[in-house]
DNA sequence: CTGTTAGCGCATTCAA
DNA sequence: TTGAATGCGCTAACAG
C-alpha cells in the first residue's frame, strides 16, 4: 500500500506539501499540484486512516447505538440506519455500530475512551437513560433519537407526537368525525415511560379538547389479537364511533379483522388511520391503510447532521429539532357515516 | 485521557510492560501485573483504538456493506445486522456501515485501502458483482452474504433453498397435499437472477418431481393485489390446488384475500406456508400464517465467525456455508381436503 | 508557496 | 521478567 511518503518521492515534494494537497489546508500551486494527484493516482494511493485519526485526533467516525428491537413490522429503524449511513458517508465520515442496550452505560463510556468515535447517536432512549449521562460526563459529543426527560438542554431529533396527532385529528375533523378513538401502544410500555406512547397519548386528549371532542384512548398490546379485542370493546362503549387512530401496527391488523367480523365496512362505517408506522405497511391491508408514517430516513439526517454541527460548532445550536409523520393516503379514510340518533 | 505512558509512569514501570500486560503477549509478574491494573483503573485508562491499529496494523473494524432496501415487510436484515454486530463486539471487533450498492464497486476498493477494515461483509450480492471481485484484487478478506454465480471459491453464508423447500414439500405432502403451488418473486428478479428466486424455483421443482407430483409456480410481483391475481389464477389452472407456498411477503397478503373473497377456508380448503420471510410476519393475518422465516441472526454470526476465521487462518476453511429456514407453525397449515374427483 | 520535523499512542524488536 | 528505542503513516506547527 502507498503511503504518503512515496507519493511525495514520485512527485517530487515534501510530503507536507502532499498532505496540504490532501487537505487543501494552505494553498498549492496548480502544477504542482497536478504533479501530486498525478502520482496518487498512479500509486493508488488512499490515506491511511488510522494513522490521518491519530495524528489528526480525529477519528472521523460516529458511533450508532443500534436499538436491540428492530419495531416489529417495517423498516423504519433501517430506513433511519441506512439514511444515518449515507449522510455520514457524505460529510467524510463511517458510521460504525455499537449495539448497546440501556443497561450497557459503562461498556458505552468505555469504547467512547477509546477515541473510536467522535460523536454518538444513540437510538431508542428512555426517559432516564444512563448512557446519556456518561457521555455527557465523557463530553462525547452525541444527538439522541428520541428524548429523555430532560430535554432542555440535550440535543435530540424526536417525531412530532404533537402535530402528527394534532393533524391526525384535524384530516378526520375535517371528513366529519366526531367519535374518534386511539389505540395506543401496550400499558407496560406507557408505564415504562416509552417516549411516543407518552407523548402521543397527551397529545391525542389536547387534540380532541382543542376540537371540543370527548376523547377515547386506550392501550392495546402489540399484537393482532389483542387489537381485536380492544376494537370490540371500543365499540361497545362507543357505538357512535366512526374512526380509529391507530398507533400500534399489529393492533392495526386485529383492528381490520374485528371490523371486517362484524360486517362493519372500511372506510364506508369505520375509518382507520395508523400513524407512525413504518412505510410499506398500508398495502398490506385491503382496503389500504391510509398512513401517517415515521420519516425515519429524514431523522437519520438529521440526527448526523445536528451532531456534525456540534464536531465543527463545539455548541449545541438548538436543543431538539422534531419531525411530524407523513401522510401516505390509503384506502381507509372517508366521510363519516350519518349517525343514528344515540 | 490517559496514556498507556500515564500508566507506566503511575506504576512505576516502562511502557512496554503496560502494553504487554495489555496484549498477554509476554509473561509478567503477578505483582507487576496487578500494580498496572490498578493504575490503569485509577486513571480510566483505555488504550487509544487509532494508535493500537496504526502500530499493529489491525484496525479490528469489520466492514459491512449494507443494503439499499429493508425487505418489504420484516427485519430480517435488521436481525442479521444486529446479530453480526453483537458477534463483531464479543470478538473485540466493530461493525462499520458501509452504504454501497452495486455499481459502487470503486468506492468500496478505496474504503478499503485506507485500513479502515480488516475485513468485509458483502450483503445482497448479485450473480455478477462487480465488488466481489474489487476485493479479491485488493486481497481483502470478505464472506458474502448470498452467492455469485462462481461461489466454488469464494466465502460465503446464505440460506439454504434446497433444504428449506424440500421441508416444505415434505411437511405438505405429510398431510396429503400433492397439488401444490408455489409463489415466487416477480418475473424481473427472476431474470436479473436474484439468487433467493431462482434457487427457490430449481429447488421446488425438484422437490416436486422427487415425490413424483406435478410442480405448479408463478412469479408474482411483490404486491398484495398482484398476489391476489396469481392466486385466482393458480386456483383456474388447478382447481384441486390444497395447499400454496409462497416466498413473497406482500403477495402472501394477497392470497389470504383472494382465498377469504371465494370463501375457501385456511387451512380447512387450502393450506398457505410462507417461507423464507421475516420473523414476526406469521402473526399479521388471520389465521395467523405458517413461516418459515429465514435465520437472519445465525447468519449475521456466521458471516462474522467466517470472515474472522479468514483473519486468524489466512485460509478459506469452507466456501460455503447453508442454513435452512426454520418451521414457525402458525395456524395455516392443515390436512389436504379430500379431492372431489376431477 | 514549500520543506523540515516533532509528535499522535501504541506494538514490538532488540537488549539486558 | 523487564526496559529502551524504533516506527506505524499522517498532521500541523514552525521555519523559510
Known amino acids: 500500500m502507498a503511503t504518503i511518503a512515496d507519493v511525495a518521492r514520485e512527485a517530487g515534494v515534501s510530503v507536507s506539501t502532499v498532505s496540504y494537497a490532501l ?8 502544477e504542482t499540484r497536478e504533479r501530486i494527484q498525478e502520482s496518487m493516482r498512479r500509486l493508488g494511493f488512499q490515506p491511511n486512516a488510522m494513522a490521518r485519526s491519530l495524528a489528526s485526533r480525529r477519528s472521523k467516525v460516529i458511533a450508532l447505538i443500534y436499538p436491540q428491537f428492530g419495531d416489529g413490522v417495517g423498516g423504519t429503524v433501517g430506513e433511519f440506519v441506512r439514511a444515518a ?3 455520514s458517508r457524505e460529510q ?8 448497546f442496550e440501556v443497561g450497557q452505560a459503562k461498556e458505552v463510556r468505555n469504547l467512547a475512551r477509546q477515541g473510536m468515535a467522535d460523536g454518538v447517536l444513540v437510538m431508542e432512549v428512555v426517559l432516564d437513560d444512563q448512557r446519556i449521562d456518561v457521555l455527557e460526563a465523557a463530553q462525547v459529543p452525541y444527538v439522541m433519537i428520541g428524548r429523555t426527560r430532560d430535554v ?5 431529533v424526536d417525531i412530532d407526537f404533537d402535530a402528527t396527532v394534532e393533524r391526525a385529528i384535524e384530516h378526520l375533523v375535517g371528513l366529519g368525525h366526531r367519535h374518534i378513538a386511539f389505540i395506543n401502544h401496550s400499558q407496560e410500555r406507557i408505564d415504562a415511560g416509552y417516549g411516543p406512547a ?4 397527551v397529545a391525542f386528549d389536547r387534540a380532541m379538547a382543542g376540537h371540543g371532542l370527548e376523547p377515547l384512548a386506550r392501550a392495546c398490546a402489540e399484537s393482532p ?7 370490540a370493546d371500543l365499540l361497545a362503549s362507543e357505538p357512535r364511533l366512526t374512526a380509529i387512530v391507530t398507533m400500534n401496527e399489529l393492533a392495526t391488523f386485529g383492528v381490520y379483522a374485528e371490523l371486517q367480523h362484524r360486517g362493519l365496512a372500511i372506510p364506508h362505517d369505520v375509518s382507520v388511520l395508523g400513524i407512525v408506522t413504518s412505510p410499506g405497511v398500508g398495502v398490506l391491508t385491503y382496503p389500504p391503510l391510509s398512513t401517517m408514517h415515521a420519516p425515519g430516513a429524514e431523522l437519520g439526517r438529521l440526527a448526523v447532521d445536528r451532531l456534525l454541527d456540534q464536531l ?3 455548541r449545541h445550536p438548538l436543543p431538539n429539532q422534531l419531525i411530524p409523520c407523513v401522510l401516505e393516503p390509503g384506502m381507509s379514510l372517508g366521510p363519516a357515516r350519518t349517525e ?3
Not at 152 to 156: A, F, L, T
Not at 198 to 201: D, F, I
Open 92 to 99: 467524510g465520515y463511517q458510521l460504525v455500530l455499537w449495539p
Open 225 to 231: 389479537v389483542v387489537g381485536r379485542e380492544v376494537t
Open 85 to 87: 449511513a449515507e449522510r
Open 23 to 30: 487537505s487543501g489546508a494552505r494553498p498549492i500551486r496548480p
Open 312 to 314: 465543527s460548532d463545539g
Open 340 to 342: 343514528p340518533d344515540a
Open 198 to 201: 407518552v407523548r402521543a397519548a
Open 152 to 156: 432542555q438542554h440535550r440535543p435530540s
